[in-house]
């Protein structure tokens, strides 16, 4: 059930000048902009909070006229805004999209059945379609099932994989060719944050792009939030008494990510622009060219003829490289020989999880056995 | 005969789940002990309605205010316009607390 929060009763009778709103003049402030520390009204601040999305819609074309959107909803505050917004520019600038709300449930219990109990209120609330993608139906796992298999620390690697190629499988599935996300600024920031303290120089450069799309692929993504605080975004939620969602995963974020996060709330207390301040600077980074490997001439040759790259595994197997590409197992589009989903389902069904980080003391075949005792009956 | 004011904390956006996985309290303090959010924030709230605040106190607290990432409104109005700590409280008034430090 929803609870919207309180309405407050009492209300400043005698406004000083400096408490008025910076942008109407005529109505007391209730909150300071994060990005320029203006201080301004809730009817100010729908509308300059709308309007930013608008302009970033608009000045990024994320849409046609009539094409079909997927939200891609978990029932947090971010999607839950992200509909609702996205409903009301749509009739109010009249882009033509038509919208649908995207769900996967990852089959967690306590946390996802409830998130998804938001989604469906969400869905009535807002009068829009509803799909829900389940990991079952689509891995034969459950997200419970992979964790007690593969133990708790690398319950995100596999999440974040599957997730990501649900959400493309319940695209194409409506015949949708665009999911958008909830992605907010705070996200986009720490994820810079992140990639610069691992070095990992090749997602730097794509992690602020608004719009990404594979080589190939016919679902892009792309994230109108990308300017939004979090703050500022969990404060519509509140005003406007949106219903959302509220629970961390049982299965806690990645410690690096966590503490990524908390050091960028730490620096926005201080500073409330770095957030914004990171993403121009991630936007503004550009790598310098790689240098061209060195190959030898028989694969030379390969190259020159087919267009192809040649991948050396670690265990010293040997995948054809090539953007575009499909997985020899389930068809879906991956840059490697087998893609990364099938590689993980392998190992899950071998219970020896690839992204092992600890020591997995299970015992052999302990998640076949799992599976065969769901599987009886009498 | 005391001065007391009433006054209504919700822990929201998930933040329920530390206080006893209530949102709402509803709740009655002597004017004359507790007159600043700080006093509230410091002499009551961590001290009356915290649970285990051994474990609990830093993810409230962080380095004596309300730790980054939870919005704290007073009658609705961001707490950075009311003088933060230092909003001396009035009868009736309505101090919320929502955390934004989950996924989204």
């Known amino acids: 059930m929803f609870t919207p929060p309180s309405n407050p009763v009492n209300k400043t009778e005698n406004l000083k000048v400096s408490q008025l709103c910076e942008l109407c003049h005529s109505r007391k402030a209730i909150l300071k902009r994060p990005k320029n520390l203006m201080k301004i009204c809730k009817e100010c601040f729908y509308n300059v909070f709308e309007t930013e999305i608008h302009n970033t819609i608009v000045s990024n074309q994320l849409f046609y006229p009539g094409e079909k959107v997927a939200v891609g909803a978990s029932g947090g505050k971010d999607s839950t805004v992200l509909a609702y917004v996205l409903k009301k520019l749509n009739e109010e600038y009249k882009y033509g999209i038509e919208i649908t709300l995207l769900s996967i449930d990852e089959g967690i219990v306590g946390y996802r059945d409830d998130s998804l109990a938001t989604v469906k209120r969400n869905k009535e609330q807002y009068d829009l379609p509803l799909e829900i993608i389940s990991y079952r139906d689509l891995y034969n796992w459950t997200m419970d099932e992979i964790v007690a298999c593969a133990g708790v620390r690398s319950s995100c690697t596999y999440c974040g994989v599957f997730r990501r190629q649900a959400l493309d499988r319940g695209a194409m599935k409506l015949e949708i060719s665009h999911v958008v996300t909830g992605h907010n600024a705070d996200d986009m920031a720490e994820t810079v944050l992140m990639n610069i303290l691992r070095g990992d120089v090749n997602r730097l450069e794509k992690s602020t792009s608004i719009m990404t799309s594979s080589a190939g692929s016919p679902v892009k993504r792309s994230k109108p939030f990308k300017y939004s605080y979090q703050k500022e975004i969990v404060l519509y939620a509140h005003y406007k008494k949106l219903d959302y969602f509220s629970t961390e995963c049982t299965y806690a974020p990645e410690a690096f990510r966590g503490t990524a996060r908390e050091y960028m709330k730490s620096l926005e207390a201080i500073r409330p622009s770095c957030i914004i301040d990171i993403i121009r600077s991630g936007e503004n980074l550009v790598l310098k060219p790689k240098k061209a490997k060195k190959v030898t001439t028989k694969f030379k040759n390969i190259k020159k003829n087919d267009n192809m790259e040649m991948e050396v595994k670690p265990n010293g197997t040997i995948s054809l490289f090539k953007d575009g590409n499909r997985c020899e197992r389930c068809g879906y589009l991956s840059s490697n020989r087998i893609c990364k989903a099938c590689i993980l389902l392998e190992g899950l069904e071998k219970n020896r999880p690839q992204m092992q980080l600890e020591n997995d003391t299970s015992t052999d075949g302990k998640a076949k056995l799992m599976r065969d005792l769901e599987n009886l009956t009498f | ?104």
């Open chain 2, 1 to 104: 005969m005391t001065n007391n004011i009433k006054l209504l904390i919700e822990f929201l956006g998930g933040l329920d789940s530390i206080f006893d996985n209530k949102r709402t309290y509803s709740v009655e303090v002597d004017n004359d002990k507790i007159k600043t959010l700080k006093d509230l924030i410091f002499d009551y709230i961590v001290k009356e309605l915290l649970v285990k605040p051994e474990d609990n106190y830093s993810i409230y607290i962080q380095d004596e205010t309300i730790r980054p990432g939870i919005l704290t409104l007073i009658n609705d109005v961001d707490w950075e316009l009311e003088e933060e700590l230092d909003y001396v409280l009035q009868n009736r008034d309505v101090i919320s607390f929502t955390s934004t430090l989950h996924g989204g």
